[in-house]
């Protein structure tokens, strides 16, 4: 596991300089930036999905080499060609000349290269000695905790939120991931042959890693390279990176293991982007937001999503010298996030893992919110990248020492150990931005109308100011600490309560339905969902109404579906059952919703069909009496109470459990 997140820095179509973390000296080692051989060609308004007559011959009349066609993007008007060898025109020998030609072509909006990125994860601790795992969730005093718990208090979610991880795919099977995730799709469009193009034992080129291309099949198959070889970062087994990614914004909660997700309902849409060696190409990446959101060109192949996202976490980073270490306005990125942005859908990208460097792409791209790692002082963690730009948003995501972050994992050395489900502590700012994410979908459960301009605000006028000498540099001998600026570091430390806060007193307050925790279930019931925490427009818990309704699933028996506490009598035997809460404040007659699932074990979340177009259910009283009934969660001595909410103590037993599960074989 360890070598698996050595892989830090993006190595790929840009050669970025490599930064050993892990060394006692940072020692950067820079090679020559290969030219791209594929190319993102925009022709404008044109017939989505048909290349314009004449546009192959034109582009291989200009670069002086064949240019073949390899597929039309889902963005519409984009298309992804592919030059059969390097152009021979003497005017034509550098990257940025290439892109020059290409974009003085007739009918061109722009050209993008296709750039690989890689994951921003750094090594793996092996110190033991982290007995509270996710102390940064809790109000111990260090100045950057997020109070987690106040945050439970008035909020866990709703899951009628979608967070699409774009990432290395998700082992379905992990406890912390079971009942929360929806089908997905696999967006690797390249098949890696066997062995890979090497270079001095070195597997250099990315791919699907699964034997196959582009199929509804998001799960992930490891991303080792093949036995005797290594990634170009010096890694050989695989990372498990989308599992963890997806387990810090919504790890399954208060179940008595492992950890805490930072949204206890929101659904995680799994969107395979990266293979090989955790690298994925902006081609797919592209593609891939276009889907999850709704907001592109349909291929009849791939299919329209039938579950929209309304958060994207992309957890990649590189360098781009091409647009002179920035985001071009008219990059293929670029313009992919404006248009998902457009349909009201936030992106929120890890700002890179280069020690202190300026925020790296795609994250220095308009419209996103840039995720770097702070430690739970406030002080920046040495690996991430920092810094402000245009019309982006940089926030600092609170770990443990050092920026610590703990996730679900498997030990699986190369393929998915089936009963190797596990956590352990991670770095980087690849868990910084799930955290965010996670953030966001708890104010969209709050605030379901929030606009990405609107998140924005909330994130950068709630910010933590960053703490004396937060900011870092490097020098000879290690690294100086200086305060911040809000050009050098950004806009402050994520504050998760004060934005929900915020969001909760904008004009024309809502009342909050406060759901339990989405959980799985053995049994066929009976359970109770209680959502007693639920407000009013004020804050406080007079004149409520409450209405639940079953939206998702094969119909289940329910009785009091008029009060706060929901009871499920039977019928989730081999069923994923939704049940909406709306509750409405009678003071100022407004109304607000969020969504509960359970699912039980025995259920294939990938191949689940509801036997009628909805729930609805029965309802067998409305009173809110009748039997007990357990909590719909497995429940220990570190466990919740208080109608679902962890109190302090409970959290605390809980998290001290999390130091048992994530230790490694052999580590203290």
Known sequence: MAAAFSRAIAVALWALPSIGLAQASNVVTTTATPTPMRWVINMGNQTQGTAPAGMLQTLQNTLGVPVSMVRPLLQPNSYLVE???????????????????????????????????????????????????QASYMHTGAYASLRMQDVWEQTRGSSNVVIAVLDSGVLFENPELKGRLLPGYDFVSRVTPPTGTQESGTVVDSGSNDGDGRDPDPSDPGDAPPPGFNCPDG?????????????????????????????WNAKVLPVRVSGRCGIATSSDIVDAFYWATGSGRVDPTIGVNPNPANVINLSFATDTPLFGGGCAANDMVALAIADVRARNVSVVVSAGNNSGGAVQYPANCAGTIAAGAAEQDGQLATYTAKGAGTGFVTLHAPGNSNGLYLGASNTGGSSPNPNGSTAFLFAGTSFSAPMVAGAI??????????????????????????????????????????????????????????????????????PVANVQQSAVVASNGPFVLDAALSTNSAGGNANLTYSWQQVFGNPVALAGTSTSALQVQSGMAGNIAEFALTVTDSTTNRSNTS?????????????????????????????????????????????????????????????MLFGVWRQRPGVA
Not at 107 to 129: C, E, H, K, M, Y
Not at 468 to 476: C, E, I, P, R, Y
């Open 83 to 133: 030059m059969q060898s390097l152009p021979v025109l003497g005017s034509l020998q550098t990257p940025q000349a290439i892109r020059a030609a290409l974009q003085a072509l007739p009918g061109v909006r722009f050209a993008s290269p296709d750039i690989q990125l890689q994951r921003t994860a750094v090594p793996a601790p092996n110190d033991g000695a982290y007995a509270v795992n």
């Open 235 to 263: 890694s050989t087994t695989s990372s498990w990176h989308g599992t963890t990614v997806a387990s810090v914004a919504a790890a399954q909660s208060n179940n008595g293991q492992f950890l805490a997700g930072m949204d």
């Open 441 to 510: 979908a708890l104010l969209k459960a709050v605030r379901p109308s929030l606009t990405p301009s609107q998140i924005d605000s909330l994130f950068s006028n709630t910010a933590l100011a960053y703490p004396a000498n937060a900011d870092f540099t490097q020098g000879l001998f290690g690294f100086t600490r200086r305060n911040c600026t809000s050009s050098t570091c950004g806009v402050g430390l994520l504050n998760v309560l004060g934005a929900v806060q915020a969001a909760r007193s904008l004009a024309n307050p809502l």
């Open 595 to 655: 969504v509960v699932r359970l699912a039980n074990t025995s259920v294939n979340e990938r191949t689940f069909t509801p036997s009628s177009a909805g729930g609805g259910g029965t309802s067998t009283g409305g009173s809110g009496t009748g039997t007990s009934a357990p909590a719909p969660v497995a429940t220990s001595s570190g466990g919740g109470g208080g109608g679902g909410v962890l109190g302090l103590a409970g959290l605390l037993g809980m998290l």
